[in-house]
């Protein structure tokens, strides 16, 4: 099992794995993704079985996709069962996952400017080969290089000075030959092919 954002892990109650009692979990775990919540310290983890099965626990990360939050069980997201993910990634109030095909999805705290409606939406019809979410933003790279970003731009995040927010549409950020993104909590970089002019 791999547990990443390691800095994070010290809030960690490694014991809670001692309590859950769903007989799908087990500790089969492919990877772990904890995601830390600051103002509540509340376990909250994303966790992807061998046979790519996509469990959800804790309240928060449960009520983003209207499930019912159980102390001593996972939940699955169905809409991800045997589907073979890629990458998860999270930023403050909001998950993405892609699957291994290209499809990206997302989940988000019921009343944020992503508008998910507590269900797993898909971001695009276009297939995808990265993610990379900061704290209220997402870059995401097309599989022919080409970058998009959305969510919040108040410090230029999304690639341009003046551009306004955008939680809803993507915007294309017209650069291309894009190889590897990575984004901070207010930052963004796109590093590209060294043969670009």
Not at 108 to 118: L, M
């Amino acid at each position: 099992m791999a547990k990443f954002y390691p800095t994070t892990l010290h809030h960690w109650n490694e014991k809670i794995f001692d309590n859950l009692t769903d007989s799908n979990f087990g500790n089969l775990g492919r990877y772990l993704f904890f995601l830390y919540d600051g103002e509540s310290d509340e376990e909250s983890f994303i966790i992807v079985t061998y046979d790519w099965r996509t469990f959800v626990y804790g309240r928060r990360v449960c009520s983003w996709l209207s499930l019912t939050h159980e102390k001593k069980s996972v939940r699955e997201i169905q809409e991800m069962k045997y589907r073979k993910l890629k990458q998860i990634d999270w930023g403050e109030n909001f998950f993405v996952i892609l699957t291994e095909n290209g499809d990206a999805y997302m989940a988000s705290c019921k009343n944020s400017k992503w508008k998910t409606r507590q269900s797993l939406k898909p971001l695009s019809p276009y297939r995808f080969n990265m993610i990379a979410c900061g704290c209220d933003h997402i870059l995401l790279l097309r599989d022919d290089g080409k970058l998009f970003t959305m969510g919040d731009n108040e410090y230029d995040q999304l690639g341009e000075q003046y551009l306004a927010s955008s939680f809803i549409t993507m915007v294309d950020t017209r650069l291309s030959n894009v190889k590897r993104i990575f984004c901070g909590s207010y930052y963004s970089i796109a590093v590209m092919d060294n043969h670009e002019k």
